[in-house]
């Protein structure tokens, strides 16, 4: 398997990410494209200048007992689906599924006094990109849109898959025998999230401009059905990491991002 980081134009604005894409590398049919998901988010605008940014009252709050910028405890409560928690500078978020500190806002790599939000429908992108590849130069591969993400317990960031099209992203492996014979119950193998973490391994963290990589002789089984994060999530109140009584789905969430449901 090789992978390889893939350089691309730094960009502060809405562009075109396909051209940029489809310039940087030659592409055959079976690779896997690994996406930043900050630089697809602002392929697609999807950054906030702070200072347009009015805080709620609830947003406030959450800023003064967890000591962030009320701005951004407000763009926190609006991008997620709930908040379950909260520590000093962070408010823990769940969004479509996944843990998402801070629903996945960032200042790094963003121009100064703008944050970077999660795409708006990654899913979509991911599945948009895919079919850009398969009808403009004739290429089927599978796209992951990834983010560095910290580990319980661990130091340092890996990768996370926060979406994927083109491919099964999890793999049951149960009923399979193990190397002594016994017959494995519960063992999935996350596919979509391995792809993550080996392109934000060469894709770096700070300023090496390499958005994207490029992942070849990955074993997938590839797929044109439709993914949705349903296919990669586990509930949390069945996660082994932070099972807890979730808060009331009826209070609040619609397909609009709902706001605090609890801290």
């Not at 661990?154 to 898959?161: L, N, P, S």
Request: hydrophobic letters at 40%; one cysteine or more.
């Amino acid at each position: 398997m090789e992978v390889t980081a893939i350089r691309l134009p730094r960009e502060s604005g809405q562009f075109d990410l396909f051209k940029h894409l489809q310039l940087s590398a030659e592409f055959k049919d079976g690779d896997i494209l690994v996406l930043s998901s900050k630089y697809v988010s602002v392929s697609e605008g999807a950054l906030v200048r702070l200072s347009s940014v009015r805080p709620s009252a609830e947003a406030k709050l959450a800023a003064s007992r967890y000591h962030m910028d009320p701005r951004l405890a407000e763009l926190v409560l609006r991008e997620s689906d709930y908040v379950f928690k909260g520590v000093a500078g962070f408010l823990l978020t769940i969004r479509d599924g996944m843990i998402a500190p801070n629903a996945g806002i960032d200042k790094s790599n963003a121009p100064h006094g703008f944050v970077i939000l999660y795409p708006g429908d990654p899913f979509r992108s991911a599945s948009n990109i895919r079919l850009k590849f398969l009808a403009e130069l004739g290429v089927r591969l599978g796209v992951v849109i990834a983010d560095s993400r910290l580990m319980p317990t661990r130091i340092g960031t890996t990768g996370v898959a926060i979406a994927c099209s083109g491919f099964e992203p999890v793999e049951d492996q149960r009923g399979r025998k193990d190397l002594f014979g016994s017959v494995l119950r519960v063992t999935f193998k996350a596919v979509a999230d391995s792809l993550a973490t080996m392109g934000v391994a060469v894709m770096g963290e700070s300023n090496e401009s390499t958005p994207a990589a490029l992942v070849r002789g990955a074993d997938v089984t590839f797929s044109d059905r439709e993914i949705g994060w349903q296919d990669m999530a586990v509930d949390a109140s069945q996660d082994i990491y932070m099972r807890y009584e979730k808060p009331d789905k009826s209070k609040g969430k619609s397909k609009s991002k709902s706001r605090m449901k609890t801290i």
